[in-house]
């Protein structure tokens, strides 16, 4: 089978179930495993390069309001790679090139191929999506012990015993997005308490004074498609805010960025690496509260 993955999730998902050989194509944002970086590349972003959240938000909206694409899919390749399987997504169009070019541009494909849309709302679903990986690339037992080997991590995540941390996780800054989708799930397996969250559902965006209202104990920033410089730049540009100055959480020095790109922002097996590092920051927390 020749697969062309256009989601850095499923690529991920497709190398950890020994499907990776079968990779021909995939996206300019496919980083992990390393193996993914000498795949030809069938996409680019279509906007200007930006750094601040507010300018990439804005850049986002007016994309978006004016029905344009926020990236390119270089069909000419994908024709001459001649895919049997293109695995893409319909969950966030702000994420990866949108379903709808993909299906217009594989009617115009000679090989005719498939196309598999993943839709995970949960770490139960995104469990799921490698199992039904497996089954369509034909490596169901690789598919079922990646699995079974993530689901025995869950279950032996180290929880504290103290009462757990009502956590904030911000999917974005500026403005501040709440966290969606499968993130509140994984901060209560760590052994949080999710704060203004939209579990199994799109982020939502906050206001300020709801932040401050709800004033949790810990902060996680995590900005969807951000590595770890990048977060950490973000949060400087926030210590100019009063709001979250003031936030007990930041005061208290329970703020943690995180690589959301790398861990939080793609529905795959590294959604369980996430959930250790929190539980483990927990802990770390705790002790030295204590």
Avoid at 210 to 239: H, M, N, S, Y
Wanted: charged residues 20%; contains cysteine.
């Amino acid at each position: 089978m020749r697969i062309v993955s256009l989601l850095p999730s499923a690529t991920e998902i497709l190398f950890g179930i020994g499907a990776g050989s079968e990779v021909v194509g995939v996206t300019h944002e496919c980083d992990y495993p390393s193996e993914a970086l000498a795949l030809p590349k069938l996409t680019s972003a279509s906007g200007p390069e930006l750094d601040s959240p507010r300018e990439i938000d804005r850049h986002v909206r007016s994309s978006l309001h004016a029905g344009s694409s926020l990236y390119h899919l270089n069909t000419e390749l994908l024709d001459a790679l001649q895919p049997d399987l293109i695995v893409t997504q319909e969950l966030c169009a702000v994420c990866a090139v949108s379903y709808d070019i993909v299906a217009t541009a594989a009617k115009q494909l000679r090989s005719d191929p498939r196309i598999l849309s993943l839709e995970p709302a949960s770490l139960h679903d995104v469990f799921a999506t490698i199992e039904f990986l497996g089954a369509i690339t034909k490596h169901e037992q690789q598919a079922r012990e990646l699995v079974q080997s993530l689901q025995v991590r869950v279950r032996n995540v180290v929880r504290v015993e103290a009462r757990p941390m009502r956590t904030l996780v911000l999917e974005w800054t500026d403005p501040p997005m709440s966290a969606g989708h499968w993130i509140p799930e994984l901060i209560e397996i760590a052994g949080g308490t999710p704060v203004l969250a939209s579990p199994s559902a799109n982020s939502q965006r906050l206001e300020w004074d709801q932040i401050a209202a709800a004033d949790p104990d810990a902060v996680i920033v995590a900005p969807c498609g951000f590595d770890l410089p990048k977060t950490q730049r973000a949060i400087r540009e926030l210590d100019g805010l009063d709001a979250w100055r003031s936030l007990r959480a930041n005061r208290d020095g329970h703020v943690l960025a995180m690589d959301g790109n790398a861990y939080l922002s793609r529905p795959g097996p590294r959604l369980v690496d996430a959930t250790e590092i929190i539980a483990q920051w927990y802990t770390t927390v705790a002790e030295y509260a204590g």
